[in-house]
């Protein structure tokens, strides 16, 4: 029998989620001739890319494109969508070009997730993945969208599918790209184990390839996963070689700055975590990324007793959290709210914020966010019941400290009997 290490078998990505039909979400994301159109669009290249190519010529009726492209020319679409809804529907020509297919769905796919529909962007990006089984990073792409709206289960089958895709073409970038993609999932996901290794795989194939940017990518998520495994030493370790390889002045650069802040909060180092928080500029990422910073900084404000900043802050994340692009990070930055509630004493905004993010937490299978809520919650309500009871019962001082209260009234009244000039030139302040 051969020793020979045999191939692993990859399985297929998953490719829906929990609807009943498949790419059901868009028409819950669009409604009309628009969500109609763009179903039966992402239908029909699925449908094309997953037939046999001898097969493919049979699949639609001679006539099916004249129809889809009457119909497009008469449903009033935006232009920034219609034109490639036009090229996509080629496809239900006899002999379409796979790579123009491929790029309007990509097209269709980046304008839906411009727009916050995640769940079409991803459908669309699946379809031009499928079309181009080849490529890699149409694969990263699909999985970065599902990772994005937590779909986690979905965004692990295609970092996988990516890294098989880039190995067999050499492409060593998406390779490396794709696997500190993976790792970030697997920290996600609460796997931190697997997550070291592709994470150590990532940054390997970078530095073997001389792929600067990505190796710095690779330090900095080797950094928060230290700081979640609670690695103290590592993480320091990690997010020196980080702004080595980043370099000054580097876009990521303020990024990493949030996440070791976040690393001495957590340690017990509120003030200094405060003032790096604010040396982040506010408008650094997207608005997720503002919101997590405010939050923070309520946390920090919080722990280190600067009621101003923490009213201010609060203020500025409750306001961010009502916009839809925030989404992702919406648990994350209520349970950071919750804690620098918590710290000032505001028990019932802590405790509320702190359900709100339990509740968000679970609907998106972040068990980690999950366990943290939770553990949060217990704390608060124990904090709440100590302070009620200081509140309802003041401290009783011990039968020593009565007795030298006694003796020193005795003396304060013997001494103003006397009223020595001495004691009247004494000031104390």
């Known amino acids: 029998m051969s020793k020979r290490r045999q191939p692993q078998r990859l399985p297929p990505p998953i490719m829906h989620g929990a609807e009943a039909i498949d790419s059901e979400v868009v028409l819950t994301e669009f409604s009309g001739e628009l969500g109609l159109l763009l179903w039966k669009s992402v239908r029909a290249v699925r449908l094309w890319a997953a037939t046999p190519p001898k097969d493919r010529g049979r699949l639609f009726e001679a006539t099916a494109h004249e129809r889809r492209a009457e119909r497009l020319a008469d449903a009033g679409l935006p232009a920034e969508v219609r034109a490639p809804l036009e090229r996509a529907a080629t496809v239900l020509q006899r002999r379409p070009r796979a790579a123009t297919v491929a790029r309007a769905c990509r097209d269709i796919g980046e304008w839906a997730s411009a727009r916050g529909e995640l769940g079409t962007a991803i459908e669309f990006m699946q379809a031009a993945g499928m079309v181009l089984p080849e490529n890699a990073e ?38 490396a790209r794709s696997y500190i993609g993976l790792g970030k999932v697997l920290v996600l996901r609460g796997s931190f184990p697997q997550a ?72 017990g180092y509120p003030k200094q975590a405060l003032t790096i928080f604010k040396g982040v500029p506010a408008d650094f990422g997207r608005s997720a990324d503002r919101l997590l910073r405010e939050a923070a900084i309520v946390q920090a404000a919080g722990s280190a ?11 500025e994340s409750e306001r961010l959290l009502r916009e839809p692009s925030t989404a992702r990070a919406t648990a994350s930055a209520l ?11 505001d028990f019932v905004r802590a405790e509320r914020t702190a359900s709100e993010a339990l509740k968000l937490s679970a609907d998106r299978g972040e068990s980690l966010l999950e366990l943290a809520a939770l553990s949060l919650m217990d704390a608060i309500t124990s904090h ?12 009783v001082p011990s039968e020593s400290v009565i007795e030298f209260v006694g003796e020193l009234e005795q003396a304060l009244g013997r001494q103003s009997r006397y009223d020595h000039p001495a004691a009247q030139s004494i000031t104390v302040g």
């Open 335 to 345: 349970l950071a709210m919750a804690h620098g509630a918590d710290a000032v004493s």
């Open 305 to 315: 007793g600067d009621h101003e900043t923490y009213a201010s802050a609060w203020a």
């Open 384 to 395: 709440a019941a100590a302070a009620e009871q200081m509140a309802a019962e003041p401290p």
């Open 138 to 175: 149409l694969a990263h792409e699909v999985a970065k969208l599902a990772r994005t709206r937590a779909d986690y289960g979905r965004a692990e089958t295609w970092y996988r599918q990516a890294i098989s895709r880039a190995r067999r073409a050499a492409d060593w970038h998406e390779f």
């Open 196 to 267: 070291r290794r592709s994470l150590t795989r990532g940054l390997r194939a970078a530095k073997r390839f001389s792929i600067r940017p990505l190796a710095a990518a690779a330090y900095h998520e080797l950094m928060v996963l230290s700081i979640q495994s609670e690695r103290s030493m590592d993480a320091t370790r990690y997010a020196k070689c980080a702004v080595d390889a980043y370099g000054a002045g580097h876009q990521r650069l303020p990024a990493l700055a949030f996440d070791y802040g976040a690393f001495l909060l957590n340690s």
